[in-house]
């Protein structure tokens, strides 16, 4: 048992930066073929597929969020790829603002991209999956999901539904050899959080009993982790991915 995808395809959502971009680069390095999904930038998507080891590789844009992209976009991907063994639910966005000042919009969107994708790509994740009988999906949640946060009420209302979804999700189809699972991020260095300011990332790392930030190769090798053989008993569980910050 092992950490080696060679013959697997994995779907990462949100792949063009940060967490994502490591997640595919890890998955890549273990030998699997990658469907890199992006929103926006097909730039930063291109280098980040430049980038991955191997070959076999592709590049999709679509919006998570859109239920009619998620359906071409997965069609697409099957299509090419004949099938997928992994899928990383990775795509998220944050719109913070306290409860009296936020606006409906920053509430519909972040659910939207955050939880409702999730349920969109999982679908039809599963369905493909059900026909071999066998598959790994993987969403990442995060550590607000688990202790609220202030100014974040939406971010944490998706991220815990993301939890509670996967749970739902895993007892549907553990029968099947289908394994679901979360991965809930502490504070990791990447853009969503590059905007915090120098206060703030202090009081975070004073609270943080490995005393650092993460980076995103950590969450990546939960990832594998997860979708690995070496996981093949654990579905349905959030794997806490913080330097410990969830006990203070
Ligand atoms: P990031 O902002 O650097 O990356 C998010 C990615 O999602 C971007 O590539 C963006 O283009 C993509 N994306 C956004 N909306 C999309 C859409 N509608 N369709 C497709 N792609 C879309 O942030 P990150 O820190 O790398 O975050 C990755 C995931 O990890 C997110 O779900 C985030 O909530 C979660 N997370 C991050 C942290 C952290 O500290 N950075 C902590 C906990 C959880």
Known sequence: ???????????????????????????AQAGARIALNYASSDER????LKT???????????????????????????KDFGSLQVVVNNAGITRDQILLRMKEDDWDQVMQTNL?????????????MLKARHGSIINVSSIIGQTGQAGQSNYAAAKAGIIAFTKSIALEVASRSI????????????????????????????????????????IAGGCLFLASPLASYITGHTLDVNGGLLMN
């Open 1 to 27: 048992m092992n950490l080696d995808f060679k013959n697997k395809n994995v779907l990462v959502t949100g792949a063009s930066r940060g967490i994502g971009s490591s997640i595919a680069f890890a998955f």
């Open 116 to 128: 409702k994708s999730v349920f969109l790509v999982t679908r039809l994740a599963v369905k493909s």
């Open 45 to 48: 998507a291109q280098e980040v």
């Open 52 to 78: 991955l080891p191997g070959s076999g590789h592709g590049l999709y844009k679509f919006d998570v969020a859109q239920a009619d992209q998620v359906e071409g976009g997965i069609e697409k991907i099957l």
């Open 179 to 218: 394994r679901i699972n979360c991965i809930a991020p502490g504070f990791i260095e990447t853009d969503m959080t590059k905007s915090l300011s120098e206060d703030v990332r202090k009081g975070i790392l004073d609270r943080v009993p490995m005393g650092s930030m993460g980076k995103p190769e950590d």
